[in-house]
């Protein structure tokens, strides 16, 4: 299967590098300054840059390029997140957000009214068993706000559907299958069951260990067609 559009490189991250937030990162969430959390942000509107990422009132993350994933520690609790163009003094829009010690928060950028806002991936049916693994995927693609997602899975080679409709801005539910490759596809939309057609991205082999998810987000390529990023979880 040919690529009609040109698709972006494959990144499979928990954030590239782990900014400095406070106390800095931790592998207990605990920090020389009291519990930590991980907050992890995936830039997600194509007409802005980059952004930075304010988490109560103070930097977590500075120059977030579009289409990446960076990470930071920051204090557990409920703080306000506010998502603004990097290197602006904007401050408008934000979300309250529960920042649980030892945790990942996971979120991608929203433009809402030209105000950058976050939005929180959730992470309900998460929890895999050990002799397991799941995968989800999330569209945020704004150029196709419908779009068929097909998948195999280590225990099905066969393209199947993730779920349909597929509309902008969804995530599907957590898939489950035996620990090994994964791959999804993109096709515009059939108007029915999701259909294998002119595939507009194809992700390549996505491993999933024993006992771990991946969460696969579907974005607008920075120079048309799609491009995606896998994140953990």
């Not at 195999?152 to 393209?159: A, G, R």
């Amino acid at each position: 299967m040919t690529p009609r559009r040109p698709c972006s490189t494959f990144v499979l991250a928990f954030g590239i590098g782990c900014a400095a937030f406070a106390a800095g990162c931790s592998d207990n969430g605990n920090g020389p300054n009291g519990p930590t959390a991980t907050l992890q942000v995936i830039h997600s509107v194509t007409s802005v840059a980059a952004v930075d990422v304010l988490v109560a009132g103070q930097t977590a993350l500075s120059g977030v390029p579009y289409g990446e994933t960076r990470s930071a520690a920051v204090p557990a609790g409920s703080h306000d997140v506010v998502i603004r163009p990097a290197g602006t003094g904007v401050s408008e829009g934000g979300a309250t957000v529960s920042f649980v010690a030892g945790g990942t928060v996971s979120m991608l950028t929203v433009d809402s009214s030209s105000i950058i806002n976050p939005w929180v991936l959730t992470d309900t049916g998460s929890v895999v068993p050990s002799d397991k693994s799941k995968l989800r995927v999330v569209h945020f693609a704004a150029s196709e706000p419908v779009l068929d997602i097909l998948r195999t899975q280590p225990d099905w080679q066969t393209p199947i559907g993730v779920m349909f409709p597929f509309n902008y801005q969804a995530a599907s539910a957590y898939l489950q299958s035996d620990p090994g490759t994964w791959e999804v596809f993109v096709s515009s939309w059939s108007g029915g069951v999701p259909v294998l057609s002119d595939t507009l991205l194809a992700t390549g082999p996505i491993e999933v260990p024993a006992g771990e998810s991946r969460t696969v987000v579907i974005l607008d390529g920075e120079s048309g067609g799609l491009q995606h990023e896998v994140i953990t979880p």
